[in-house]
Structure formats: C-alpha cells, structure tokens
Nanobody, 128 residues
C-alpha cells in the first residue's frame, strides 16, 4: 500500500533552519516525481520544490520565493526525499505537504490535480 509521510516541521526563529523529510513506502522514488507544496491559512496551496529522478539523473526546481534558501534531495536507500530549509522567514510559515506523481514530468510544473498521492502535511512555523 502506498504511503507518504512528512516529518520535521516545528517552530523555528527567523534565519533558522529545518529539514523536512518525506518517507515513501509501497513504491520506489525512481521514475516518480516528488513535489513539496505549502499552504498557509486563507491562502492557495503553492508549489515549493520538486525533484524527479531517472536512473541516476536528477531534475530539480524551486519556487522563486525559496531559491537560494531551500534545497531538495533524496536518499534512495531510505526511499526518502528531504527539503533542507535555511534562512527561514516568517512568510515561510505554512503546512508543508509532500506530493507524489507517479509520472516523470521533470519538475516542469506544480499542478495540484496531477498529484497522485499526498502526505498529511507537517507544520512549519517561523516566528521569534
């Protein structure tokens, strides 16, 4: 059975760092596209980062708002994708969702209706 579980959220001060994890079971990350979305109360869910992996090749994208601060990566042995978040800002506060698309799309877009599996989300709060 396919499962997607996020972890690593919490409270952090502005300028601090967190690492989110997305652990997948029931499928392998290879030949799938993993995307991070986030949603703040009253706001639309937005794409944050994406990683697609194909036989040793990796494609990644980042939203303009997080470029230079966030890094997405994966550990195939653990079947886990990570989102390293540095220099966090209050506007990064949101519930972060891991999303799996069982298609190789090379991280060309963030389309909600194309997501096949969602995690339940992990809350990131950036506040002093």
């Amino acid at each position: 059975q396919v499962q997607v579980v996020e972890s690593g959220g919490g409270l952090v001060q502005p300028g601090g760092s967190l690492r989110l994890s997305c652990a997948a079971s029931g499928f392998t990350l290879d030949y799938n596209t993993i995307k991070w979305f986030r949603q703040a109360p009253g706001k639309e869910r937005e794409g944050v980062s994406c990683i697609s992996m194909t036989n040793g090749r990796t494609y990644t994208t980042y939203a303009d708002s997080v470029k230079g601060r966030f890094t997405i990566s994966r550990d195939n042995a653990k079947n886990t994708v990570y989102l390293q978040m540095n220099k966090l800002e209050p506007e990064d506060t949101a519930v972060y969702y891991c999303a799996v698309r069982t298609t190789l799309d090379y991280c060309s877009a963030y389309v909600l209706r194309e997501v096949d599996y969602w995690g339940k989300g992990t809350l990131v709060t950036v506040s002093s």
